[in-house]
């Protein structure tokens, strides 16, 4: 959705505020909404599912690595090029309400074989979506999975992204 940040200096912030709402078409959102509108169309956040230890290719960006310029990590792009991936970040949708958290732990049947990175309740879906990095073996569309963290679990499929299909606000 069409969506502003804005930055004011702090004594500025209360004017701001009362003159943008006096617009009935504005209408403040949070981190929770910004967070569950970036899940519902796949966006990784950076310092969550991905981060200095994860690298494009795990990710999911190949598309935006030129193997044929030189830069910083190349060689370790290249490497894992060579050898494999370890892990690959995929979406998941569960068939329920619930939400998976950050932290789960993603299953095989009884083998662990990654770690839920973001997670969440989808409002526009009605249920639950989330991503995480799991063995590349696992990591095909249609792969089930289940999460886990202490006593809950909850069975989830791997899916393309994005999970909203539908448009946006603006254009239908």
């Known amino acids: 959705e069409l969506g502003y ?16 709402f006096q617009d009935k078409r504005v209408k403040p959102a949070g981190l929770g909404a910004r967070d569950t509108l970036r899940l519902e169309v796949g966006y990784p956040l950076y310092g969550q ?22 830069f910083l990590g190349k060689d370790v792009l290249m490497k894992q090029v060579k050898q494999g991936l370890t892990r690959r970040l995929v979406c998941f949708a569960t068939q329920n309400r619930r939400a998976p958290r950050h932290n789960y732990k993603i299953y ?21 979506i989330g ?7 696992h990591a095909q569309v249609g792969q ?29």
């Open 49 to 70: 599912d991905m981060d200095s230890r994860s690298s494009p290719l795990e990710a999911g960006f190949e598309s935006f690595v030129d193997f044929n310029k030189n």
């Open 131 to 137: 991503m995480g990095y799991v063995d590349p073996a």
């Open 5 to 20: 940040e804005l930055y004011c200096s702090a004594d500025k912030v209360n004017e701001l505020w009362t003159r943008l």
């Open 108 to 128: 095989n049947s009884d083998r662990e074989i990654g770690v839920v990175t973001s997670g969440s309740f989808a409002p526009s879906l009605g249920y639950g």
């Open 144 to 172: 089930a999975l289940i999460l886990r963290e202490n006593s809950v679990e909850l069975a989830a499929t791997v899916t393309k992204k994005p999970f909203y299909k539908k448009g946006t606000a603006r254009n239908g």
